[in-house]
């Protein structure tokens, strides 16, 4: 009898397991780890290095739980097209471990709690984007793009450079150029990162009829666009550092040898845009680069690495000096 009951508790609990590990599947949490650090590189940027760590701690909370929300409503939008695809298939929803009524409850809860976090502790300023972030993946890319258009990804990517907006608006309670160029950045770093997965499951993709670039223009063009949005990526990059001075030489060499090999892999897939295995490769690197280099603007803004620069500097001139004198 004891026995009997602690296998239908062990049974109980595996279901409750389950069920917590279907609605975390549910917010695509991989891709929420990367708009995490990128929301990083918007919050240590704006301070200088000087991060209030509650103040960190609450837009990330807020800015993940307002990506969760954006990805569990579109994995409720797509559960149509995600049963059909052999990649989306074992999703949560289109295999039936969570209910639509249920995921759309958990979504509203979860953008319900982001709001209310961002808007108390962080500002109003955070909290409406993170709020137009949601908006904007489900009604711009998910409803009205990304069954319709070639562009989809390109203009539904503003959706995903949202993050560091709202690590700098959570620091300074507004906007200004830096937090745009950091948004610049990775709306131009979508299409290489998206386009490049694309061709490798392209098949997945016509099979239920939407126009991604590689199924509607081929993988030749497709590599082209590619190649233009990483050479457009690369000088953008240099943008803090130059004119804007909010990044330093640091983050500047670390952004030109991260730009070297992006480009590098995106010539590559243009000199064989039907090779998969090269677009493998960047899709695999454009998720690497996107984390490198954001965590490349947070050290570059400690001012542990101000004070390492500035002594190697002082070196170099005494070595200079030292040299001349002889
Ligand atoms: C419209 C814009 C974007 C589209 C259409 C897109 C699409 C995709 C797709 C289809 C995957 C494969 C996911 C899977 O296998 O289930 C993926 C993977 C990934 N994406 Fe994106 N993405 C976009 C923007 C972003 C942004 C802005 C970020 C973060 C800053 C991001 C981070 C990632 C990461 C980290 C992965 C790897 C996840 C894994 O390991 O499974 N993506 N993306
Ligand atoms: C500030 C804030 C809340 C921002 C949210 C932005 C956000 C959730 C961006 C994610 C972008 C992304 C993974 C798109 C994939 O969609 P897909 O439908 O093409 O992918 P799938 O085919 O794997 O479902």
């Known amino acids: 009898m004891q026995e009997i009951i602690a296998t239908g508790t062990q049974r109980h609990h595996e279901t409750l397991l389950q069920v917590l590990k279907s609605y975390y599947q549910l917010t ?16 240590w940027v704006a301070a200088n290095g000087e991060v209030d760590p509650l103040l ?34 074992h999703r949560p929803l289109p295999s039936g ?10 979504a509203i809860a ?13 500002n109003l300023l955070a909290a409406l984007l993170a709020m137009s972030g949601i908006v904007f993946y489900v009604a711009i890319y998910t409803h009205l793009l990304k069954r319709h258009s070639t562009q989809n990804i390109v203009i539904g990517g503003a959706a995903g450079a949202i993050p560091p907006l709202v690590g700098w608006a959570a620091v300074t309670g507004d906007l200004s150029w830096a937090p745009w160029v950091m948004f610049a950045i990775i709306f131009l770093w979508t299409p290489p990162h998206f386009w490049a997965l694309a061709m490798m499951i392209r098949d997945d ?40 001075h909010t990044s330093g030489m640091v983050y500047a060499a670390l952004a030109v040898f991260l730009g070297v090999i992006f480009a590098k892999k995106a010539w590559e897939l243009l000199q064989a845009p039907t090779d998969r295995d090269k677009a493998r490769s960047l899709f695999k690197y454009s998720i690497l680069y996107l984390m490198l280099l954001s965590a490349g603007m947070v050290v570059d803004s400690l001012p542990v690495t101000h004070q390492v620069v500035a002594a190697i500097g002082q070196n170099v001139q005494v070595l200079i000096s030292a040299t001349g004198m002889m």
């Open 28 to 43: 695509k949490p991989r891709i929420i780890l990367l708009l995490l650090i990128t929301t990083a590189s918007g919050l």
């Open 56 to 89: 960190v701690l609450v837009t990330m909370a807020g800015g993940a739980l307002a990506a969760a929300s954006a990805n569990t409503i579109n994995c409720l939008y797509d559960r149509d097209i995600d049963y059909i695809m052999e990649r989306t298939r």
């Open 97 to 106: 471990r969570v209910q639509p009524r249920d995921a759309l409850i958990f």
């Open 110 to 122: 979860l953008a319900v709690t982001s709001f209310t976090l961002l808007t108390v502790f962080a």
């Open 205 to 244: 993709y016509a099979a239920v009829n939407v126009p991604m670039l590689p199924v509607i223009k081929g993988d030749e063009e497709t590599a082209r666009q590619i190649w233009y949005y990483t050479l457009l990526l690369l000088p953008l990059t240099l943008g803090l550092t130059y004119p804007l």
